[in-house]
């Protein structure tokens, strides 16, 4: 038997944090580790087999039994620009551990909202964008915001080209992405302690996450893997020029727009703020949408 210094030298500190956050739930600690280290084959995988399950299994509405127990386990919740800021601004730690986190991810089991040395952040290549083939200048592109994942990218991600960024390094990066239409996800998992930490730049045409639930939606069109953001669009028609660029940019094609006509729907819309920040004549806003899940701003939590 390994002594308790001897397992301290055996194992990383990052993987012995692993280990430890999910305490006798040894099943989720190698899952955790597995996920991480082998982040893109793990994701390669899962993504070819829902889609296996979509094109030839559609038919068979039990699988949305399986769907939701996946969905359950590992979301994301779309996060407005202004929401991400706070988060990638944070000087103190955060841990709100409640039921009433399920206002704000609806879901199940993985609702933690955890951020223990928020300055602490690292990037990496994101799995979804090598498995769906985005262009090469967007693949990096996945943050861990705090020091237990970060630190374990950083010491098992080195074939994924992990390196530690500054919070105004990340906050450029979230900037850039979100110029090209890429929304920003806060991802949650069962396995990784279901808590936040991951937060990515993600694309509806390069994201096994939002892909995923394009698929769901054939079993049930209530499954989805991404929690709103909890905002509505408010539309001032009298500075809209009625350009267009708002519905270009909408991922969830929520915006229609003609010469005489701006058309939005509300229940399409998942409050990401893109076309907010792409609007040139500052004709929308954002303001909180009560009939959806309350947005993830960490100023609203209780200390």
């Known amino acids: 038997m ?13 993987t012995a944090a692993v280990v430890k956050k999910h ?47 996946a969905f359950d386990r590992y979301h994301a919740k779309i996060l407005s620009f202004g929401d991400t800021r706070k988060i990638l601004q944070l ?26 040395e928020p300055d602490y952040i690292a990037v990496m290549d994101c799995p979804c964008k090598k498995t769906l083939g985005d262009e090469p200048w967007a693949i990096q592109s996945c943050i861990a ?6 630190a374990f990218w950083l010491e098992h991600g080195k074939k994924y080209n992990a390196r530690k960024i500054t919070q105004q390094e990340a906050l450029e990066l979230v900037q850039n992405f979100r110029k090209h239409g890429y929304l920003t996800q806060a991802f949650f998992k069962v396995a990784t302690g279901g808590s936040t930490g991951v937060i990515c730049n ?17 079993f049930d069109s209530s499954l989805s893997m991404s929690a709103p953001a909890g905002y509505v669009v408010l539309h001032n028609e009298a500075a809209c020029k009625h350009c267009s660029d708002c519905a270009r940019i909408c991922p969830f ?42 947005p993830l701003d960490i100023t609203r939590l209780p200390l």
């Open 145 to 150: 915001v705090g020091k237990p994942v970060a």
């Open 91 to 116: 000087n103190r730690d955060i841990s709100h551990i409640t039921d009433s986190n399920r206002s704000i991810i609806p879901y199940r089991y993985a609702y933690k909202i955890i951020f223990t």
């Open 253 to 294: 094609n929520a915006i229609r727009v003609s010469d005489s006509s701006w058309e939005y729907n509300h229940h399409l819309c998942a409050g990401c703020e893109l076309c907010v920040e792409h609007c040139p004549h500052k004709a929308l806003t954002l303001t909180i949408d009560e009939t959806k899940p309350m």
């Open 202 to 218: 993600c694309h509806p045409k390069s994201c096994v996450s939002l892909k995923a639930t394009q698929f769901a939606k054939r």
């Open 2 to 14: 390994y002594s308790g210094e001897t397992l301290k030298a055996i194992i990383k500190p990052s």
């Open 23 to 69: 305490g006798w739930r040894f099943d989720r600690a190698i899952h955790n580790y597995i996920y991480f280290v082998f982040y893109y084959p793990y994701v390669f995988i899962l993504y070819h087999i829902f889609k296996f399950l979509t094109d030839y299994f559609s038919w068979f509405t039990p699988l949305r039994y399986f769907l939701k127990f």
